[in-house]
């Protein structure tokens, strides 16, 4: 092989494979110098070089030279098998560089095969053709419920994770991911793709129900009406891609006493009280707007407190009131806490017996104004009487399930779901169509009167006799 030859053949592997020319250069003399010691011995020192600029093999071993022409088949098949592998290596570390930088964008291939649920998705390198497509998975948990891909379907995906397994690269994709809700946003909305609007959260649950907040940093667009589009035409593009997913467009706001109220839109409410220190806010609605605030299995609640990056509790003024009464009992039980201290537990937003368990010995001192040994026993008579408590609850947990079904998000959300569905029945329909459902409970009324219509009718056939 001459050296132009030589010099075509690297720039075709570094053009199709994104492998740089140097580390094909270094591959090639690695597996000549490999061949020419099996030929002439494992002891004898063989220096290989390649000229970068003409392509030229020098072979030495010792002061003599080597024609690498004259090696034999066996030490050229090895040659040939080293090669191949350090182009392997080469490959396998630039995919790795490429897609760990594109970790959380958004890509585009070609359903090949499904085994088993998981998707084997062909992907193309930035910028390459077809020739350098790579494969990744897309698994079954991480599809939108519902859907059902097919082969050879154009699908979307962001890169979630990307890593080594063994010499090759094991590239994950999701479609669940909020990041997919939000590569979606910037690919059918310019303003964001400009940065004229910018999305500060998402939150969502795959298939059901997804929140977004945005705002504009140009006081004249309206980052809302940007993102929904003329009659919705931006926005329905978004949930096709996501098999009809509700999307919840969020005006975001810095101030929580408004941001909150927001996210729990379309629910009126009345008040919200912030609790910084524990992470926590107590919303206030009307009897009739709770059901809407809560949403269905707790979701609204639960999607708006993942937007704000705070606890939310739904309830009504009453329901505080008992909260606060029945904190203020239990507090006074434990030793040495004074009435000066319960008050200041119920202004920093504790409630129960386990907040107070979240909260460091040094900082309930400094808020209580005891000593650190009189905090660190404050907790443990706390934690003792948490416990029990907990141990009394199912005996009670029937009396209050309702409550249990999403009002509060301090609690585990596994056991509020499974609180939503025992209690639950009504039928599964979005909270924006709950609204509607009130309406259409009147149509059932008219077939009553319908009914009513021909009873009514014998009466003026009994008044005819008499006019006869």
């Not at 690695?30 to 099996?38: E, G, N």
């Not at 084997?120 to 079954?140: F, M, Q, Y």
């Not at 919705?232 to 509700?246: A, F, H, T, Y």
């Not at 109220?261 to 629910?267: C, D, I, K, V």
């Amino acid at each position: 092989m001459n050296g132009p030859e030589l010099l075509r053949i690297v720039e075709a592997m570094h053009r199709e494979k994104n492998i740089p020319k140097d580390v094909i250069f270094t591959g090639i003399e690695s597996a000549l110098q490999l061949a020419a010691q099996r030929n002439a011995g494992e002891e004898e020192d063989v220096l290989v070089h390649i000229d970068r600029m003409n392509g030229l093999i020098v072979a030495q071993k010792g002061d003599q030279a080597i024609d690498p022409e004259m090696l034999g088949r066996i030490a050229a098949q090895s040659a040939k098998q080293v090669m191949i592998q350090k182009i392997r290596e080469a490959e396998s570390e630039g995919v790795y560089s490429e897609f760990t930088a594109r970790k959380g964008e958004m890509v585009t291939g070609t359903i090949q095969r499904v085994d088993a649920g998981t998707c084997i998705v062909s992907l193309s390198k930035e910028g390459k053709n077809a020739g350098g497509s790579i494969e990744s998975l897309l698994p079954r948990s991480e599809q939108i419920p519902g859907e059902t891909p097919h082969v050879n379907d154009r699908i979307k995906a962001v890169v979630m994770e990307v890593r080594r397994n063994g010499h090759r690269v094991k590239i994950v994709l999701s479609r669940c991911h909020p990041d997919f809700v939000r590569s979606l946003f910037e690919q059918e909305i310019p303003e964001i793709a400009d940065r004229t609007i910018e999305i500060k959260a998402v939150a969502r649950e795959a298939g059901y129900r997804s929140k977004v907040a945005v705002s504009s940093i140009d006081m004249k667009v309206d980052c809302v009406g940007a993102c929904v589009g003329v009659r919705g035409s931006r926005i329905k593009n978004v949930i096709d891609e996501l098999n009809g997913e509700r999307i919840d467009i969020v005006r975001w706001n810095d101030s929580m006493q408004v941001m909150i109220p927001n996210a729990l839109q379309p629910a009126a409410i009345d008040d919200v009280f912030l609790y910084p220190r524990m992470g926590r806010a107590i919303v206030l609605v009307k009897e009739d707007q709770l059901s809407l605030a809560i949403g269905r299995r707790g979701q609204n609640v639960r999607l708006a407190s993942k937007l704000v990056g705070w606890d939310i509790e739904i309830m009504t003024l009453d329901e505080m009131n008992e909260s606060i009464d029945r904190a203020v009992i239990w507090f006074q039980q434990i030793p040495g806490v004074s009435d000066e201290m319960v008050e200041a537990f119920i202004t920093e937003g504790f409630m129960s017996f386990i907040d107070i368990t979240f909260v460091e010995p040094t900082d309930l001192a400094e808020l209580g104004g005891v000593s650190v040994e009189d905090a660190e026993s404050i907790i443990q008579f706390a934690e003792a009487a948490a416990e029990r408590i907990e141990n009394e609850q199912p005996e009670e947990a029937p009396v209050d399930e309702e409550a249990a079904a999403g009002r509060t998000m301090a609690g585990p959300l596994p056991e509020t779901e499974a609180a939503a569905t025992e209690t639950s029945e009504e039928p599964p329909t979005p909270i924006a169509e709950e609204t509607a459902a009130a309406p259409e409970e009147t149509p059932v009324e008219p077939p009553a009167q319908v009914d009513a219509a021909p009873v009514e009718s014998p009466e003026p056939a009994e008044e005819q006799p008499p006019q006869s």
